[in-house]
T-cell receptor, first 115, second 113 residues
Framework: EAQVTQNPRYLITVTGKKLTVTCSQN?????MSWYRQDPGLGLRQIYY???????DKGDVPEGYKVSRKEKRNFPLILESPSPNQTSLYFC??????????????FGSGTQLSVL | QKEVEQNSGPLSVPEGAIASLNCTYS??????FFWYRQYSGKSPELIMF????GDKEDGRFTAQLNKASQYVSLLIRDSQPSDSATYLC?????????????FGQGTILTVHP
């Protein structure tokens, strides 16, 4: 089954404790991206990756890191989480063509609470 | 910062009516436009994507793109209570940053019986 798998589904942590949210896709997609969703603000892109070893900033990259060492995995790293990073996070992937891409497949989301 | 703006909601329509959702974008270089539906507590799911000016129809849904006026709209015909959800418009950035995707803030649609 084609899917994007995020883990964990729920995470409660404390300020400053490094954490990683994993994302994996089994569709051989070139494009992967991370979003956060906050009430009234819609989805905001954190980082995206056009392919292995190619990553770039989205609209809200501060406080986050990513890596793309393998095509299927795109982890999101919070080196020193703060309460303002409490949010619902989504990973997504897609095929990518010339200056456009098609359907984004979303993971189930990770609800993060930073105390 | 490039923006995507959606008409403020919430939008309420009776069952069987046409729901019209609108979205404007600021980046003239954008080439990919999307409408997603998101039920409460769920992941967004794609309704339509559109690249070219004009209309694109898929069942009860029609997406309209006007690049000159920089707007994208979604029409839902014969609206059903199951269409009640938040609708998200998105556009990608132009040029070499085309992987940068910006979403609007979403419009809550309620279809009442």
């Amino acid at each position: 089954e084609a899917q994007v798998t995020q883990n964990p589904r729920y995470l409660i942590t404390v300020t400053g404790k490094k954490l990683t949210v994993t994302c994996s896709q089994n569709m051989n997609h070139e494009y992967m991206s991370w979003y956060r969703q906050d009430p009234g603000l819609g989805l905001r892109q954190i980082y995206y990756s056009m392919n292995v070893e190619v990553t770039d900033k989205g609209d809200v990259p501060e406080g986050y890191k990513v890596s793309r060492k393998e095509k299927r995995n795109f982890p999101l790293i919070l080196e020193s989480p703060s309460p303002n990073q409490t949010s619902l996070y989504f990973c997504a992937s897609s095929r990518a063509g010339a200056h456009r891409f098609e359907k984004l497949f979303f993971g189930s989301g990770t609800q993060l609470s930073v105390l | 910062q490039k923006e995507v703006e959606q008409n403020s909601g919430p939008l309420s329509v009776p069952e069987g009516a046409i729901a019209s959702l609108n979205c404007t974008y600021s980046d003239r270089g954008s080439q990919s436009f999307f409408w997603y539906r998101q039920y409460s507590g769920k992941s967004p799911e794609l309704i339509m994507f559109i690249y070219s000016n004009g209309d694109k129809e898929d069942g009860r849904f029609t997406a309209q793109l006007n690049k000159a006026s920089q707007y994208v709209s979604l029409l839902i015909r014969d609206s059903q209570p199951s269409d009640s959800a938040t609708y998200l418009c998105a556009a990608n950035a132009g040029g070499t940053s085309y992987g940068k995707l910006t979403f609007g803030q979403g419009t809550i649609l309620t279809v009442h019986p």
